[in-house]
């Protein structure tokens, strides 16, 4: 079965430090995303992409950075961590338009909290 | 420019009773998807049932079905014979054509009462 996998599953950072959350995908799906859900609210794109190698801003890249190294991997970067980041990060795999299956499939989502 | 709308912030209904969440959605494209999906109290977010917005009948899976109405940019779930662990937030969502991203409603939260 598809699956998608992230880690850490919890995370606390200070202020200031780097965060590095990270997901694997093993559905073979060319586009993978990551967004946050903050609290009462729906889910909000910061970045996505299209294959290995290729990152995209969404709607919400300030403060983040994304790394795609390989069609499985996907990687969410905080330089420099500040409070607004605590949130619940989720990633996600899709297949490129045009492939039979359009919907995208989630991972478990890593909660993270900046002090 | 694309929106996808969900009005009820909550609905409670008694448990085996039949329920129907409401979306709306914004598109200039002719050919777009439509999705539901599904949030569980622990978090995880798990795709339910999609529409095509070229077929003319409603997706059923299991005990959801769609209720799309075109002319109204209208997109409801509907969740027949509801149980307790249907509790949970539900999004609805909408990927128009040559288009890899989804765009996703505020949700709606359901309580199933026994």
């Known amino acids: 079965e598809a699956a998608v996998t992230q880690s850490p599953r919890n995370k606390v950072a200070v202020t200031g430090g780097k965060v590095t959350l990270s997901c694997n995908q093993t559905?073979?799906?060319?586009?993978m995303y990551w967004y946050r859900q903050d609290t009462g609210h729906g889910l909000r794109l910061i970045h996505y992409?299209?294959?290995?190698?290729?990152?995209e801003k969404g709607d919400i890249p300030d403060g983040y950075k994304a790394s795609r190294p390989s069609q499985e991997n996907f990687s969410l970067i905080l330089e420099l961590a500040t409070p607004s980041q605590t949130s619940v990060y989720f990633c996600?795999?899709?297949?490129?338009?045009?492939?039979?299956?359009?919907?995208?499939?989630f991972g478990p989502g890593t909660r993270l909290t900046v002090l | 420019a694309q929106k996808v709308t969900q009005t009820q912030t909550s609905i409670s209904v008694m448990e085996k009773t039949t329920v129907t969440m409401d979306c709306v959605y914004e598109?200039?494209?002719?050919?777009?998807?439509l999705f539901w999906y599904k949030q569980t109290a622990s978090g995880e977010i798990v795709f339910l049932i999609r529409?095509?917005?070229?077929?003319?009948e409603n997706a059923t899976v299991g005990h959801y079905s769609l209720n799309f109405q075109k002319p109204k940019s209208s997109i409801g779930l509907i969740i027949t014979a509801t149980q307790i662990e249907d509790s949970a937030v539900y999004f609805c969502?909408?990927?128009?054509?040559?288009?890899?991203?989804?765009?996703f409603g505020d949700g709606t939260q359901l309580v199933v009462k026994p």
């Open positions: 598109t200039q494209d002719s050919s777009y998807f």
């Open positions: 992409s299209y294959g290995a190698g290729s990152t």
């Open positions: 996600a795999s899709g297949d490129a338009w045009g492939r039979p299956s359009y919907e995208q499939y």
């Open positions: 529409q095509d917005s070229y077929k003319k």
């Open positions: 969502a909408m990927r128009e054509g040559n288009n890899n991203r989804i765009f």
């Open positions: 559905n073979n799906h060319n586009n």
